[in-house]
């Protein structure tokens, strides 16, 4: 059975930092490119930041510079460091692991920037 599990969520002011994981159980993980992605409340889900599998890095250009992702293979875990978070960042932030036939979805985590 395939999990993806984020964790790190939470309530942090403006100008903070959060570091988001996704753990993933049930795939190999090292194959597969893996993905952060937001939604807010009455938005469409975009695309925060990816990795692929030979660590090739793509981000959103509103987090350019302020987010990093990362993964460690060893732990099946990728990363998603944000720093001088934004009211605007305020989202659910789901992880996904995709190859060219199958992708997989986390439950999400929510973040909050707010004074």
């Known amino acids: 059975q395939v999990q993806l599990v984020e964790s790190g969520g939470g309530l942090v002011q403006p100008g903070g930092s959060l570091r988001l994981s996704c753990a993933a159980s049930?795939?190999?993980?090292?194959?597969?490119?893996m993905g952060w992605y937001r939604q807010a409340p009455g938005k469409q889900r975009e695309m925060v930041a990816t990795i692929g599998s030979g660590d090739s890095t793509n981000y959103a250009d509103s987090v350019k510079g302020r987010f990093t992702v990362s993964r460690d293979n060893a732990k099946n875990t990728v990363y998603l460091q944000m720093n001088s978070l934004k009211p605007e960042d305020t989202a659910v932030y789901s992880c996904n692991a995709n190859t060219l036939f199958t992708t997989y979805w986390g439950q999400g985590t929510q973040v909050t920037v707010s004074s």
């Open positions: 049930g795939i190999s993980f090292s194959n597969y490119a």
